[in-house]
Each structure stands twice: as C-alpha cells, then as structure tokens.
C-alpha cells in the first residue's frame, strides 16, 4: 500500500511539510510505504487554454512535469494534500495542479474512489475561507474522496511542533488514510460542515434570493432558520445534479464543451474579421 | 415573418425539471406567444452510461431539447422568456440560442445576464 503526501508550500522544513511527514509517519508506521512530494519541486506550468485536452483524448501540448504528479497519484492507493493558507486560499500551485487536471478527467470511468485528506496550515483566524473548496475541487477532479481535514492554527516556521494536538491530529489522520485504504470504508472522519458531501461551510446565495447552492458541488437547497439556528436543506433530488457525479460531468464535457467545436469552427471568418483590431492594439 | 424568435437549446441535465408539451402551451397562451417543442436524442447506453459522441457534430444533432419561441410583441416576448427561465432555467452554453433570428437572441441573451436561474 501506497500512500503519498502532496506538498503545495515552497518552504522547506515548514510547518506544512512538518504536519504532511507526522502524518507520514503514521501511516508508515501503520505499515504503508510513503512518499512525500513537494510540487513546487515539480515544473507545473499554467493550463494554456489550448483545449487539446479536451478535443483530443490525453493530450496536454504543456511539456512539463505535471504528467508525473498524476502518474504518483495514480500509482498511490491514497493522498494526504498540504499547503498552508497565505491569503484566504490555499497556494498559487495548487490551483494551477486544479486548471491542469482536466486531462485526468477522460479517464475517470470504472476507476475505483481512493480516500484523502488535507491539512492547512494557517496563521490568523478567519483568513482561511476558501481552503477546502480548493482542495475538493483537486481530490474530485481526481477520483478522490475526502476522508477527513484539518486547518491547524501556527505561524513562524516549524512553530507547529510546539502544539502537540496538531502533531498528534497529522499522525493519526495519516493512520487513517491506511486504515480506509485497507477496509475501503471511505467515510468522512472529520467536523461536518453544511455540504454533506464536500463537507464545507460554504454557500452561494443565487439571485432568486431563495435558493443557496454548494458552490463546489453545485448542488442547490434551501436556508432555514430552526431555534434561532441556520439549517440548510437539500433535496434528495438535488445530488443527482452534483456537478462531480459522473454522469454530470460526462454530460457537461459532451453537450457543453464537446460541440463547442461546431461553433468555434462555424464562427470562424467573422471572428477573424472582429477580432483583428484586438491583434493590432498595443502590438506596434 | 415574426419580429421575435429565439430557439432555446437545452441539453441533457440542463433544464431544471422535465420540459412537458403541456406546460409549454400554458406558458404560450398565457404571454401570447407560439411555443413550439422538439426533442432530438441520440444517446445509447455504455459502460453504465447514457453515451453520445458529440465532438464532429453539427450542434443542431446532438441530444437536446429545443423550445421555439414566436411572437410580435417584444413586451410578452420578454415576459415568456422570463417564465420559461423560471421554470426551467435558461440554457446554459454560448451557442444554445443558435439558429434564432437577432431581435429574439438579444433579448434571451440579456435575460440571461438578469434571471438565468444560474447566478
């Protein structure tokens, strides 16, 4: 059994890769084989916009290394992600891994869920919004299924070994990941948010000013308030419209992205013919 | 010829619930205009999945549910267009308004930035 930590922080020997190896540790000594990889370590070159991947299956015209960091996650039997939280989301290199993933996606049907979890590290309370959103969208967009996720509390480099409860959360979330691999009991271990799949908090008010929506998800319901207390609602209905189900995402590649070809091809001459003063503005 | 026509092209999982022929006369006679259903369906299961190769088609063949909207009146033209939106949302892709005539793609267009249902 494999079991591979994804390191989205630059620094080294910092509290990321600090929480990432306890939590390697763990399940090392839970008998799995570990690896730890930092992606900044990795040429992981911004997604060109050039939907190759899309319209021609497994192709990627970046040449660098992100090919290989799919390549380990394919090969591991599960992931554990780190980055820390340096303005309200997790680092610059995680969503660029996110815009690349597109051509791992193809190869998403018949493939067997493999659990995760992340862990944030973060300095200052209440500036971390958006952190497990990022990370949901990577482990969905890679047949991941999230197990558990911790934002922990530090802030100078290697601060985190003075708190003792975040080392000891990191080991026993590593052990974790061994254990789901092992039984195949992908339950979600961690705090409940208000999504019960993604298990975030957050919500997006739509405009009807009546319906709330996973914004990860994308799945949609309603807000109540119960003693005071928000409650958010979703229709049992609704999760057949999770925009990672498969057949949701099949659907949105085939008769959204798919036939675009049609388009682009039919509009040809007049977008030539409109766009060519944009080619000429501040050229010269 | 009509001053307003748009085609709404919805495609497989974007209508909110179920487009029924019923519904659409309601929505018609109430905003008086001529509404007009065609469903065109080309998947075939596979591996579990309802499937369809759509990369070389035309996009008038690929599955889809296409409501027609006609009328004179740019006032209940809008207002149609509004209810239907509500009802099922508006189509969601760049080219879903392909093949109606420029008075009726402006106006479904704008709605679309105002009540889509999406936002």
Redesign the interface.
Known sequence: MKILALNGSVRKYGNTEILLKQALMGAEAEGAEVEHLKLTDYEIGPCQGCGLCL?RENVCQVKDNTHVIFEKVEAADGVILGAPCYFLELTAIVKQLIDRTWIVGHNK??KPPKPASVIVPYATRGWIPYIFMQANILFNTMCLTKINQAAICTQGISEVVMDEGAIALADRMGREIVEAVRTQDLHYRGEEGVCPRCHDKLLRV???RETIECPTCGVRGKLYIVNGKIDVRFEEEAWK?CRFN???S???Y???I??????FLRTKDERKKRSQKYREYLEK | MANYMVKLRY????PLVDIKIEDLKKIGKQYGTDISYEKIENREMK?G????E??????ED???EVVTVVGDDEKKFSDCIRALYKKYRSP????SL?GSNETGRKIAWELME??????
């Open positions: 319209f049907i018949g739509l405009q009807d419209g498969l057949d949701v099949y659907n949105h085939t008769y959204h798919a036939p675009s070809k049609d388009y | 495609y497989v999982g974007d591996n999945l309802l499937m369809e759509t990369m070389n088609k035309r996009i690929i599955s889809q969601r892709t760049a080219y392909m105002v009540c889509s249902g999406w936002e």
